[in-house]
């Protein structure tokens, strides 16, 4: 178990207190050793016999057995292919291991993926994983689990929401396009793939990015019996629709192109390219490429077929000509060039010599090989465009400027060991690879077990292991190295070939201790070497690769033409190989580095088979015996003072229950109790160190014995503090009752002892009642009812909300309805309860004005000139003789108001003339304008009659400011005629509404009742 901050240098915590991701702190136990008696053993560093490969292999085939694929050699993740679905991937799966330590519950993926995550997060370094094994050991499936645990459970940056799916996605189009099905595997990676996921500073995946390694471009011209071609292929010829495949000039059957029949299989019985067409062309959508990409894409792919399907014929006089003219027609639309320029490069090269250019013929097979040469290259760059394009999709965004602040988790899924029948080139390359990655992982390792003795304190002892630089020297050292001899060969004018090729080999490294080839070989190795092979001696094993075509291959042949063409220096593929493996290990050397070393059980991909030869064979090339003895050679165990001391500490008198002094001090009187020999551990600065898991068994051993005291000694204490805790409550609640009882008797006394606790009881359930149930609006009148030690307080709450509310709503009223507002005020101190009319008039609107700007003449307005109209309405006003009614408009200015008949001013109310104005009690309209009398040229008071007295009387009267001159008289209305003379309007109720004249001259109006 590693506790975080010490993952990956290897501290094995037991227990340790931790604080994940959302801070949770929590105490964790391991459940590791005990699941040892279960099935095997769950780290093979607590193997015995750590020595004995049987006892490994015996440990993996038990553990299969249970479909325990999962096993650790330390922080390294054996996986076992279990070639069928096992319930151990879903999202609650992934719950379980977020945040838990490595240990804590049995391997998985998850455990490491998450392990790797904290470590990233925690200590702000780069991570990788790197996964090999070989191929179907199920490198891919598990380089895919990590990316879907991290995009499941991993937070979400809002500016790349999409980039999870994204970078799911990447998956099946790379897989279309580079995994073939293969003798050893249906879905083969013929591709490595170096995937970086990068983090932002909260931990969410912000960005992405693809290294791509050595396409197997051969097999687009050639596969092997039972072997396909590219996914792409079939699945373009079984999914694409007949419009589809009719632009593209393409039969359905997979049999007409020559290029999908070399390994005579056309079909996948575990797959249907029909689906899998479906859910590449979606995720290529996903990824971002436009109709206009994909088209292009398609166009590729078929030009491929059709290149295959080109044929040539040969001319009488040698020379070579295209027999397939259809076929070079479809060639030159999808491909954008011209027909003629097409034939010519099929059919022809072009040599620079001494500056100047000549075309010659080539002859049938130097056709047939530039043909092939071309749908290499053409299907080779279409894949690196495809990375490029994918990546484009997946980079950091700009937000994140070159990717400050972020860190990153490296994903290595690359071809593992091969050795096949016949190795060639590819092999080479490939084992080459593997060299270099064995290389960097015992430096590695090496290096943090050294770093922690370092930190820790304690001597260094040095450890045995196959130090592999001799072999890639071998193969990759300038001028000496086999990749210097092949390049060389390749450039060297004359003529040159695979056997001068190897000569120069066996001229060059003969007596190098790990090369060996047929001529150099003592008698038992030469007979099973043939002439044309060369052995290398690898650090998981011998390889005999044949030397055929390895310059071919090397030189690839389109590029000599193109260097032919072109004064630059090209490197030759192996050197480019190199080079990007070099480029590679320093990016994987400045990180902290997690393996994944995947096994496949059998040949035959079925479940349940353990093929213990085969598994050997890659226990051997894995180098899982070195890892074994690396992490073995000093100490097999390591763990946290604290968290040693937490688990055994039952097992000493002196450490039970609890220890006060220093930790260190606290271990050393455990293990001392415990008979621990000198040489059976070392104390570190902060961590024990057991050199042998026999010592830790027996502790744990111990342990295990002791528990059942244990836990009789925590039964015990439990329950006597359960009952203590439980008697003690009872009391209090026994004592609060009676202290209720006591008050409540008490309650009308002043507050005294025996009352307080229920009078404070009921205030505060008062004020906490009062707190949920305040009244919501002005005009809600319920209030609880307070006790009677609250009421004086409870007035002063009820005012205060009630102040609140009130200051609440006034801050949320509008100028607009402000002004109404205003009006209605003074309307309710004029008319209120002295007017019949007055709760109808004053529940409506107060409009601006009752007039439209058109009724109002424009003549008026002209003569009325700066004095704009305010307020403006219709009224009926009546002769102050025989009360004749006419209809006129009343206009309301800032400072006097108008009488109009239709285009001419009346009669004009200066305001500061105006003495009063009148209504009635009753509901009708009428209202008197109080005219001066003292001057006899006045016409005397006016009579007038409204549908909106009382907006109109408030607004006059507002306006006029003689809010205090409205008279509301019942019963009659006085008012002067000219020159001195009364008239009087009476008002009653009736049953009709009326305006007559009454007796004695009178006005009548009758209101309704
Ligand atoms: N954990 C797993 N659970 C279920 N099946 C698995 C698992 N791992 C691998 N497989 C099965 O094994 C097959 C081969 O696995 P995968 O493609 O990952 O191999 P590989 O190591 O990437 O091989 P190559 O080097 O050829 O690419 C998968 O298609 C799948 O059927
Ligand atoms: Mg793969």
């Not at 901050?5 to 136990?29: A, F, H, L, Q, S």
Request: aromatic fraction near 10%; glycine fraction near 6%.
């Amino acid at each position: 178990m590693h506790c975080a901050p010490c993952w990956p240098t290897g501290c094995n915590c037991i227990y340790w207190k931790e604080v994940d991701v959302e801070g949770r702190v929590r105490i964790v136990m391991e459940s590791a050793l005990t699941a040892r008696d279960r099935v095997g053993v769950q780290d093979f560093v607590l193997l015995e016999k750590y020595n004995s490969e049987a006892a490994l292999i015996e440990n993996l085939r038990r553990r299969f057995g249970e479909n325990l694929i999962y096993t650790y050699i330390g922080s390294v993740l054996v996986s076992v292919n279990p070639y069928k679905e096992l319930e151990m991937y879903s999202k609650q799966q992934m719950e379980r291991y977020r945040g838990v330590s490595f240990y804590e519950i049995s391997p998985h993926i998850y455990a490491l993926s998450d392990n790797t995550y904290r470590a990233m997060r925690t200590e702000r370094k780069d991570q990788c994983i790197m996964i090999s094994g070989e191929s179907g050991a199920g490198k891919t499936e598990a380089s895919k689990k990590i990316l879907l645990y991290y995009t499941v459970t991993c937070p979400i940056n809002e500016h790349m929401a999409t980039l999870g799916d994204r970078l799911l996605q990447s998956n099946p189009v790379l897989e279309a396009f580079g995994n073939a099905k293969t003798f050893r595997n249906d879905n083969s990676s013929r591709f490595g793939k170096y995937m970086d996921v990068q983090f932002d500073f909260r931990g969410a995946p912000v960005g992405g990015h693809i290294l791509n390694y050595l396409l197997e471009k051969s097999r687009v011209v050639h596969q092997n019996h039972g072997e396909r071609n590219f996914h792409i292929f079939y699945q373009l010829l079984d999914g694409g629709d007949d419009d589809l495949l009719t632009t593209l000039a393409l039969e359905r059957n997979p049999q007409s192109y020559n290029y999908l029949v070399k390994g005579n299989c056309p079909r996948l019985s575990s797959v249907s390219d029909k689906n899998n067409w479906k859910v590449v062309m979606k995720a290529l959508s996903v990824i971002g490429f436009t109709e206009e990409e994909v088209q292009k894409l398609l166009d590729i792919i078929a030009s491929v077929l059709h290149l295959g399907n080109t044929q040539f014929g040969e001319g009488e006089e040698g020379e070579t000509y295209i027999t397939t003219e259809t076929q070079i027609t479809h060639l030159a639309k999808l491909l954008g060039v011209d027909v003629s320029a097409l034939r010519d490069a099929l059919t022809h090269k072009k040599l620079t010599a001494k500056g100047e250019e000549m075309i010659s013929p080539l002859n049938f097979e130097q056709a047939m090989s530039a043909r092939d040469a071309l749908a290499k290259a053409v299907y080779g760059r279409t894949f690196t465009w495809l990375v490029e394009k994918i990546n484009q999709s997946l980079a950091l965004k700009e937000i994140y400027h070159s990717g400050k602040g972020c860190t990153v988790i490296g994903l290595l899924d690359i071809y593992g060991f091969e050795v096949l029948q016949h190795n060639s080139f590819e092999q080479f390359c490939i084992n080459y690879c593997n060299e270099k990655l064995q290389q960097l992982f015992i430096e590695l390792t090496l290096r943090s077990e050294q770093e922690e003795y370092e930190t820790e304190g304690i001597a260094w002892e040095t450890v045995q292991y196959i130090d592999n630089k001799i072999i890639c020297d071998l193969i990759e050292e300038k001028h000496k190295g086999i990749i210097s001899i092949l390049d060389e060969e390749c450039l060297r004018p004359g003529e040159t070939c695979d056997v001068s090729f190897l000569e120069k080999l066996e001229d060059t490294l003969g007596g190098h201790p790990h090369f060996v080839t047929h001529k150099l070989a003592n008698g038992k190795t030469r007979r099973v070497m043939s002439r044309e092979e060369f052995r290398l001696l690898h650090y998981a094993g011998e390889v005999n690769y044949n030397v055929n075509g390895f310059l071919d291959k090397n030189n690839d042949l389109l590029n000599r033409n193109l260097k032919e063409v072109r004064t630059m220096q090209m490197d030759e593929a192996a050197t480019q190989f190199k080079n990007s493996l070099m480029k590679l290990m320093e990016i994987l050397m400045s990180k902290e580095p997690s393996y994944v070393r995947c096994i496949k059980p059998n040949d035959a991909k079925q479940p349940g088979r353990f093929d213990e030869v085969l598994v050997r064979h890659q226990v051997k090339y894995l180098g899982l015996m070195e890892n074994l003895r690396v992490r073995r050679a000093g100490f097999a165990y390591r763990r946290c003072f604290e968290a040693f001391l937490q688990r055994y500490k039952p097992l000493c008198p002196e450490t039970w229950p609890n220890w006060h002094g220093r930790l260190a001090d606290g271990v050393s009187t455990l293990v001392n109790h415990l008979g621990y020999k000198a040489e059976e551990y070392k104390l570190g600065r902060s961590k024990i160190f057991i050199r042998f898991p026999k010592t830790l068994f027996s502790t744990e051993d111990a342990l295990q014995a002791k528990k059942p005291e244990i836990v009789i000694t925590i039964q015990s204490a439990w329950r006597g503090m359960k009952a203590r805790r439980r008697a003690k409550r009872r009391r209090q609640a026994a004592e609060l009752i009676r202290k209720l009882i006591k008050g409540f008797i008490y309650r009308h006394e002043e507050y005294c002892p025996e009352n307080e606790y229920f009078l404070d009881h009921v205030r505060c359930s008062f004020l906490k009642n009062l707190r949920k149930n305040l009244p919501k609006s002005v005009l809600d009148q319920n209030w609880p009812t307070p006790p009677p030690s609250l009421v004086e307080t409870s007035d002063h709450l009820r005012r205060l909300h009630m102040r609140n509310m009130v200051m609440k709503y006034c801050r949320r009223v509008q100028p607009e309805w402000k002004k109404q507002m205003m009006q209605k005020v003074i309307a309710s101190e004029i008319f209120k309860d002295q007017k019949d009319s007055y709760p109808q008039g004053v529940g409506r609107l107060f409009l601006d004005s009752r007039l439209e700007r058109e009724q109002i003449n424009l003549k008026v307005v002209q003569t009325l000139g700066n004095d704009k109209v305010q307020y403006g309405v219709s009224v009926v006003k009546y002769d102050r003789r025989g009360f004749k009614p006419r209809p006129r408009q009343l206009l309301l200015t800032n400072t006097f108001a108008v009488l109009v008949e239709r285009t001419k001013i009346k009669q004009r109310v200066d305001y500061t003339a105006l003495r009063g104005i009148s209504v009635s009690s009753l509901s009708d309209g009428m209202f008197v304008l109080h005219m001066p009398n003292e001057d006899n040229k006045q016409k005397g008071d006016v009579v007038l009659h409204c549908d909106h007295v009382i907006e109109l009387v408030t607004k006059l009267a507002m306006m006029a400011g003689k809010v205090n001159y409205v008279n509301v008289s019942p019963g009659s209305i006085r008012f002067v005629l000219a020159r001195g003379k009364e008239g009087i309007i009476d008002f009653v109720r009736g049953s009709e509404l009326k305006v007559a004249k009454g007796k004695r001259g009178h006005l009548l109006v009758v209101s309704l009742f």
